[in-house]
């Protein structure tokens, strides 16, 4: 199994809205990252976890929440969402240490309104 | 400030013709460059990842080269398909595989 699969694939959700994105593989990889990717726009780090722990945190405003339960699973709890925080939310992930490929999921289309 | 930079933005080419996509970056002190194609809407597949010790890596109709003291790498494409129509892009991994990307490169390859 070489897929890194994310839930749910579209998402609307209103300002005052609690949601969760889910991402979850099965290669026994223990680096995970949540990225962010504005329309016509390259992806951009948000969260790196390494072994289960937060390892890289790019700023990110506190109304983003990652957390990763098990070394299968990353999650990305949203609340009090921004119309600019409309994007893809790319999940991936690779071997820690090893500078390996990275596997990216398809992404969730998330729309703030 | 890390930057990648992708040339050209966009290419549009009949099918059957053999392209090259350049890419460029600002530091040397890379672990390895990697090629993404992203289709609209959808994630980043991996293409090529060439570490920093290598030169070039292929993968069927498809090979990546890379030159550290110029700060270059190139996806070279050999006879395209319009299955290839595609964003290209490259990326530079700094530790972590903490990914800085280009702005990417649209492909469109017309039959």
């Known amino acids: 199994d070489t897929e890194v699969t994310q839930t749910p694939k579209h998402l609307v959700m209103g300002m005052t809205n609690k949601k969760s994105l889910k991402c979850e593989q099965h290669?026994?990889?223990?680096?995970m990252y949540w990225y962010k990717q504005k329309a016509k726009k390259p992806p951009e780090l948000m969260f790196v976890y390494s072994y289960e722990k937060l390892s890289i945190n790019e700023s990110v405003p506190s109304r983003f929440s990652p957390e990763c339960p098990n070394s299968s699973l990353l999650n990305l709890h949203l609340h009090a969402l921004q119309p600019e925080d409309s994007a893809l939310y790319l999940c991936?992930?690779?071997?820690?240490?090893?500078?390996?490929?990275?596997?990216f999921g398809s992404g969730t289309q998330l729309s703030v309104l | 400030k890390q930057e990648v930079t992708q040339i050209p933005a966009a290419l549009s080419v009949p099918e059957g013709e053999n392209l090259v996509l350049n890419c460029s970056f600002t530091d040397s002190a890379i672990y390895n460059l990697q090629w993404f194609r992203q289709d609209p809407g959808k994630g980043l597949t991996s293409l090529l990842l060439i570490q920093s010790s290598q030169r070039e890596q292929t993968s069927g109709r498809l090979n990546a080269s890379l030159d550290k003291s110029s700060g270059r790498s190139t996806l070279y494409i050999a006879a395209s398909q319009p299955g290839d129509s595609a964003t290209y892009l490259c990326?530079?991994?700094?530790?972590?595989?903490?990914?800085?990307f280009g702005a990417g490169t649209r492909l469109a390859v017309h039959p």
């Open positions: 290669m026994g990889h223990r680096a």
């Open positions: 990326a530079r991994s700094g530790g972590y595989n903490k990914l800085i």
């Open positions: 991936a992930s690779t071997t820690p240490g090893g500078e390996g490929k990275l596997f």
